[in-house]
């Protein structure tokens, strides 16, 4: 399994568009941080988790050649504005699965009604597939078992998921002990850190560290991280020997 950090950043990205933030003005490109997303090689299956609205951006320097499904986390507009990218993949592949609550679903369907529609379409509009995700019902994709996981960003239900040793969690805030049950005996885990501050709706750093501890995977990455955490190098000093920061364009292999 190979997994690529297409974006880390919040949900205003690193630079934040006028910033004269120490961190927004680096010249190390790891401090540069598009929104959060990350992409699955798997065996055969190519998987993406969120389509934000640097989906375009990402695609390309990744160099990713197929889109076999996109899991949606929550409804957010920095993790769904990008769907309409996806025309490229739909004009090679056919309809896209997209695999989300249903709550999102409705949500996309509202916001970009023309790729759900199924009469008089316009031609040049991408097709999906809608796929509900259900709490405690894994999704299966070519036998390959992906298990949901469920938690609160802040008020709004969001879904990680779980991929053999592997999970993806972003915009926790709290989570209920039955879902980190889910999450023993992980050599990976991926989870957002926004700032060492307290947030309403996001772990901050403290948060994050004291989650990783509870999990106790082999090894985890804090991605969602916000200009206000610091520089890339310097936070990294400060981590546990396990305990990485992502950043974008960063490849791990498992």
Same mark, same amino acid.
């Given at each position: ?27 190390? =490109? ?22 934000? =609205?640097?989906? +375009? ?29 996806? +025309? ?21 369907? %509202? ?32 036998? %390959?078992?992906? $298990? =949901? ?25 709290? $989570? ?35 989650? $990783?501890?509870?999990? %106790?995977? %082999? ?8 200009? $206000? ?10 981590? =546990? ?14």
């Amino acid at each position: 399994m190979k997994i690529y950090f297409l974006g880390t950043g919040t949900s205003q990205g690193i630079p934040v568009i006028g910033s004269q933030h120490s961190v927004c003005k680096s010249v190390n =490109p790891k401090d540069h941080r598009l929104r959060v997303s990350i992409w699955i090689e798997w065996d055969d299956l190519s998987i993406v988790i969120d389509c934000g =609205p640097d989906f +375009r951006q990402q695609m390309l320097t990744s160099n990713c050649q197929k889109v076999d499904a996109i899991l949606f986390t929550h409804e957010h507009s920095d993790h769904t504005a990008g769907l309409d990218d996806i +025309r490229p993949f739909f004009f090679k592949q056919g309809n896209i699965p997209i695999y989300g609550h249903e709550r999102i679903l409705k949500n996309l369907k %509202k916001r970009f009604d023309y790729i759900f529609e199924t009469e008089n379409r316009y031609p040049g509009a991408p097709g999906v597939t809608e796929v509900e995700v259900v709490n405690n019902q894994n999704i299966i994709l070519e036998n %390959k078992i992906i $298990i =949901p996981i469920n938690f609160m960003h802040g008020n709004l239900q969001v879904f990680g998921y779980r991929f053999d040793n592997f999970a993806y969690l972003t915009d926790v805030k709290t $989570i209920e002990n039955s879902e980190i049950e889910k999450l023993k005996n992980l050599d990976v885990l991926v989870v957002n850190a926004l700032r060492e501050e307290p947030h309403d709706t996001h772990f901050n750093l403290e948060e994050a560290l004291d989650f $990783i501890n509870i999990v %106790k995977p %082999k090894k985890a990455y804090l991605t969602h991280i916000s200009h $206000i955490l610091g520089f890339h190098d310097e936070v990294q000093k400060k981590l =546990p020997e396990n305990v990485f920061l992502a950043y974008d364009n960063l490849t791990i292999n498992l």
